[in-house]
């Protein structure tokens, strides 16, 4: 007895066997008629499989299976086709494989725009307009324009000044101190504002799930360029060719998405949050404010139906974005060559990443923010040492900020090592910050060339104390014998324990300098008095 699927596959079988033995006398026939020796009309044998065939396509249509015997099965010669059999069954299973593919692409994708793979948009947290440049937003303003997670701490605060910290202690100092002192609580008068930025809605939202979307959209179209290659497609070439066109579409909408969303995060705190760079760049911030609107407005319509298929879809959302892309790119080329006169400017900078730039800019007028890049700019520099506000005026302002415990007068240089050394004179770290940086480094070299000065001047004797001991080196070599008096190893050791006081009060570039040089002094003078035939 022949189950109900057996008897299905069997008649599909005998429907696909049925075509090929037409195609057999069909191609018979053609034959027959092209040499002329075959009869004009079918056998009676051919005429009869034929004809059976026909009846069993007939109880198979009419969904009586149960009526399916084995016998018509036999009845059309089935076996004598194996092969034609074979072909059909594998052209069968191939089409099923295409038409189970479509169905997954129905699934994941969705259809009519609806359904499907969605876009992930979290919403981000805007900037907020800049102030007009030279102006400090109270500090209750400030926490309510950043979000929680990015308040100011004590770790991003300057820190006081330690009061185990030497200072330069002169007449000139202290003068400047109080003059300073009085200056900074009086209210500064700000420059031309900068262009103020568009009044934007806060509402933008970011695509989190963009590097999902773009594997399974990547994996897709290979099975539907595997399944357009193939010789199978005949019946669904309609349908892969649509889903091609749409996915084509969307992988090129996502991809100019990500790279208008990732020149937005690069460029929005830049023209957003720095008035100084909205200043300088005038018609740039403008074009960055329109094509910020713009693209605040296509992220929050893509919140309202976040199908892939039906944002991507979106009539002329593509032109959009490469629009809103070509701005940006613009505003990166124009920001660009900002970058590059500041370098000029001030050479160091070429130490610093153009992101590490952006932030000294953006944060110049503050020199404890940039605290964390003298690394990059001055070797072995860790942070400056700041002036801090006298105690009357500091008690006086009963809304001071953590910024108000120092002033913006470098006093003094640490090194990694926690190592400072005071500087000659004060710097006020104001204005522009490529040019109170040169100042700055012309502090240092000032600062260093005195110490030097002032080492090799009155602490000579310290590192000759040697010659005073008829020659003896001051650290003793294991051949050597020391006299029974020991007279030559104390005095040695005293030499040695004065160097070492010496070395300690020195910054240690100085002290290496000063002993290479005084070091080079005596070995000049050695060879002097050998070559006088003086030869103690």
Same mark, same amino acid.
């Given at each position: 007895?022949?189950?109900?699927?057996?008897?299905?596959?069997?008649?599909?079988?005998?429907?696909?066997?049925?075509?090929?033995?037409?195609?057999?006398?069909?191609?018979?026939?053609?034959?027959?008629?092209?040499?002329?020796?075959?009869?004009?009309?079918?056998?009676?044998?051919?005429?009869?499989?034929?004809?059976?065939?026909?009846?069993?396509?007939?109880?198979?249509? %009419?969904?009586?299976?149960?009526?399916?015997?084995?016998?018509?099965?036999?009845?059309?010669?089935?076996?004598?086709?194996?092969?034609?059999?074979?072909?059909?069954?594998?052209?069968?299973?191939?089409?099923?494989?295409?038409?189970?593919?479509?169905?997954?692409?129905?699934? #994941?994708?969705?259809?009519?725009?609806?359904?499907?793979?969605?876009?992930?948009?979290?919403?981000?947290?805007?900037?907020?307009?800049?102030?007009?440049?030279?102006?400090?937003?109270?500090?209750?303003?400030?926490?309510?324009?950043? *979000?929680?997670?990015?308040?100011?701490?004590?770790?991003?605060? *300057?820190?006081?000044?330690?009061?185990?910290? *030497?200072?330069?202690?002169?007449?000139?100092?202290?003068?400047?101190? %109080?003059?300073?002192?009085?200056?900074?609580?009086?209210?500064?008068?700000?420059?031309?504002?900068?262009?103020?930025?568009?009044?934007?809605?806060?509402?933008?939202?970011?695509?989190?799930?963009?590097?999902?979307?773009?594997?399974?959209?990547?994996?897709?179209?290979?099975?539907?360029?595997?399944?357009?290659?193939?010789?199978?497609?005949?019946?669904?070439?309609?349908?892969?060719?649509?889903?091609?066109?749409?996915?084509?579409?969307?992988?090129?909408?996502?991809?100019?998405?990500?790279?208008?969303?990732?020149?937005?995060?690069?460029?929005?705190?830049?023209?957003?949050?720095? *008035?100084?760079?909205?200043?300088?760049?005038?018609?740039? %911030?403008?074009?960055?404010?329109?094509?910020?609107?713009?693209?605040?407005?296509?992220?929050?319509?893509?919140?309202?139906?976040?199908?892939?298929?039906?944002?991507?879809?979106?009539?002329?959302?593509?032109?959009?974005?490469?629009?809103?892309?070509?701005?940006?790119?613009?505003?990166?080329?124009?920001?660009?060559?900002?970058?590059?006169?500041?370098?000029?400017?001030?050479?160091?900078?070429?130490?610093?990443?153009?992101?590490?730039?952006?932030? =000294?800019?953006?944060?110049?007028?503050?020199?404890?923010?940039?605290?964390?890049?003298?690394?990059?700019?001055?070797?072995?520099?860790?942070?400056?040492?700041?002036?801090?506000?006298?105690?009357?005026?500091?008690?006086?302002? %009963?809304?001071? /900020?953590?910024?108000?415990?120092?002033?913006?007068?470098?006093?003094?240089?640490?090194?990694?090592?926690?190592?400072?050394?005071?500087?000659?004179?004060?710097?006020?770290?104001?204005?522009?910050?490529?040019?109170?940086?040169?100042?700055?480094?012309?502090?240092?070299?000032?600062?260093?060339?005195?110490?030097?000065?002032?080492?090799?001047?009155?602490?000579?004797?310290?590192?000759?104390?040697?010659?005073?001991?008829?020659?003896?080196?001051?650290?003793?070599?294991?051949?050597?014998?020391?006299?029974?008096?020991? /007279?030559?190893?104390?005095?040695?050791?005293?030499?040695?324990?004065?160097?070492?006081?010496?070395?300690?009060?020195?910054?240690?570039?100085?002290? =290496?300098?000063?002993?290479?040089?005084?070091? #080079?002094?005596?070995?000049?003078?050695?060879?002097?008095?050998?070559?006088?035939?003086?030869?103690?």
């Amino acid at each position: 007895m022949v189950t109900a699927a057996s008897s299905a596959a069997v008649g599909g079988s005998t429907l696909a066997a049925g075509a090929g033995a037409n195609n057999a006398n069909a191609a018979g026939e053609q034959g027959g008629a092209a040499s002329n020796t075959a009869a004009a009309t079918p056998s009676a044998a051919a005429v009869s499989s034929h004809s059976k065939l026909g009846d069993i396509s007939q109880r198979l249509s %009419s969904n009586s299976l149960s009526n399916f015997r084995l016998d018509d099965l036999l009845a059309i010669n089935l076996h004598k086709h194996v092969e034609d059999v074979a072909d059909i069954i594998d052209q069968a299973q191939k089409e099923l494989h295409i038409e189970k593919t479509l169905e997954k692409l129905q699934r #994941t994708w969705g259809m009519g725009n609806v359904g499907g793979l969605q876009l992930h948009l979290v919403q981000h947290a805007a900037t907020t307009p800049p102030a007009a440049a030279g102006q400090q937003p109270p500090q209750s303003q400030i926490a309510q324009q950043l *979000p929680p997670a990015t308040l100011p701490t004590s770790a991003s605060s *300057p820190a006081p000044a330690s009061s185990a910290s *030497p200072l330069v202690k002169s007449h000139s100092l202290t003068k400047t101190q %109080s003059t300073l002192t009085l200056t900074t609580s009086a209210p500064v008068p700000a420059p031309a504002p900068a262009p103020e930025a568009t009044p934007l809605n806060p509402t933008m939202y970011v695509l989190a799930n963009g590097p999902d979307i773009l594997e399974a959209l990547e994996e897709d179209e290979v099975a539907l360029h595997a399944m357009q290659t193939s010789k199978f497609v005949g019946s669904f070439v309609d349908e892969v060719q649509n889903w091609s066109r749409k996915l084509a579409h969307v992988g090129s909408v996502l991809g100019v998405w990500s790279d208008v969303q990732r020149a937005f995060l690069n460029l929005e705190g830049i023209f957003l949050g720095s *008035p100084d760079i909205r200043l300088q760049l005038p018609e740039d %911030s403008s074009r960055f404010d329109h094509a910020d609107a713009t693209w605040r407005h296509v992220t929050r319509d893509a919140v309202k139906n976040p199908s892939v298929l039906a944002v991507c879809g979106t009539e002329g959302l593509l032109h959009k974005l490469e629009v809103l892309l070509e701005q940006m790119e613009m505003c990166e080329r124009s920001l660009a060559r900002y970058l590059e006169v500041k370098r000029r400017s001030f050479p160091r900078f070429y130490f610093v990443s153009s992101s590490d730039l952006l932030d =000294i800019l953006s944060k110049g007028k503050d020199p404890h923010l940039i605290s964390k890049h003298f690394a990059k700019m001055f070797d072995n520099i860790d942070r400056l040492e700041f002036q801090p506000v006298s105690t009357s005026s500091s008690s006086s302002s %009963s809304s001071s /900020s953590s910024y108000n415990t120092t002033t913006n007068v470098a006093i003094g240089m640490y090194s990694k090592e926690g190592e400072y050394v005071p500087f000659v004179r004060p710097l006020v770290c104001e204005g522009e910050v490529e040019v109170w940086l040169s100042r700055l480094l012309d502090v240092m070299r000032e600062t260093i060339k005195m110490a030097l000065y002032n080492s090799i001047k009155d602490n000579t004797s310290a590192l000759s104390s040697s010659s005073s001991t008829g020659g003896a080196p001051l650290v003793k070599s294991s051949s050597q014998q020391t006299p029974r008096d020991g /007279s030559v190893s104390s005095r040695a050791n005293a030499a040695a324990a004065e160097l070492f006081k010496w070395v300690e009060k020195l910054p240690a570039q100085v002290a =290496i300098l000063n002993s290479l040089i005084l070091w #080079t002094q005596d070995v000049g003078r050695t060879f002097d008095h050998m070559a006088e035939g003086n030869t103690n």
